[in-house]
């Protein structure tokens, strides 16, 4: 089976911009989590989606905004993009009756 | 909330020999799950080892093992036979036990593990 794939893999963006982030899960998972990775505050959780749903929100601010598709694809967006919003973003995927996560390579973004 | 603390920031190892990188963690929840993930230079974070609160016995798996001490609140991860290919990031990890409705990770800071030829 193929991994949880993400693109774009980098991603350079100006402040005040927006950006979309993709995540593939893998065939036949249907949910899937976002995590933020910096330097100063670590491994964050962003959102995780079921089946269409939020189902939990990690404490980030409305310009975080995700969905999740019928094809269990799901999308992050961020808008007015600050500075220290660069990090790199992660997406993960669990089948259903389980507990493992399993990570995609991560969008590394650079906000100038 | 719960709370994940690793306090080895970094540590080195000689190839072949054993190594052991602490993580505690707060909660007030009896069901739950630990997990230590790895992230190597290539950025992919790798699922090492998992535990389940309700179970006593501890995990291994290969050269992977895992010291839960359900009261202690403590879970360390030991390497045995290190190899070069260890080194990396490893990160402990918790998630509360839901019943499948909640997949939210709460990581530590890491442990940057460098294994030494």
């Known amino acids: 089976k193929a991994g949880v794939t993400q693109t774009p893999r980098y991603l350079i963006k100006t402040r005040g911009q927006q950006v979309t982030l993709s995540c593939s899960p893998i065939s036949g998972h249907r949910s899937v989590s976002w995590y933020q990775q910096t330097p100063g505050q670590g491994l964050q959780f962003l959102f995780e989606y079921f089946s269409e749903t939020q189902r939990n929100k990690g404490n980030f601010p409305g310009r975080f905004s995700g969905r999740q598709f019928s094809n269990s694809r799901s999308e992050m967006n961020v808008s007015t993009l600050e500075l220290g919003d660069s990090a790199l973003y992660l997406c993960?995927?669990?089948?259903?009756?389980?507990?493992?996560?399993?990570f995609g390579p991560g969008t590394r973004l650079t906000v100038t | 909330a719960q709370t994940v603390t690793q306090s080895q920031p970094e540590m080195s190892v000689q190839e072949a020999e054993t190594v052991t990188l602490s993580c505690t963690y707060d909660t007030s929840e009896n069901n739950y799950y630990l997990f230590w993930y790895k992230q190597p230079p290539s950025r992919q974070m790798i699922l090492v080892i998992r535990?389940?609160?309700?179970?006593?016995q501890n995990a291994t798996e290969n050269r992977f093992s895992v010291n839960f001490q359900k009261a202690a609140k403590s879970f360390s991860l030991k390497i045995s036979d290190s190899q070069l290919g260890d080194t990396a990031m490893y990160f402990c990890?918790?998630?509360?036990?839901?019943?499948?409705?909640?997949?939210?990770?709460?990581f530590g800071k890491g442990t940057l593990l460098t294994v030494n030829p």
């Open positions: 990890a918790f998630m509360k036990h839901s019943g499948g409705s909640n997949y939210k990770l709460t």
């Open positions: 535990q389940e609160a309700y179970k006593q």
């Open positions: 993960a995927s669990t089948p259903s009756g389980s507990y493992e996560q399993y």
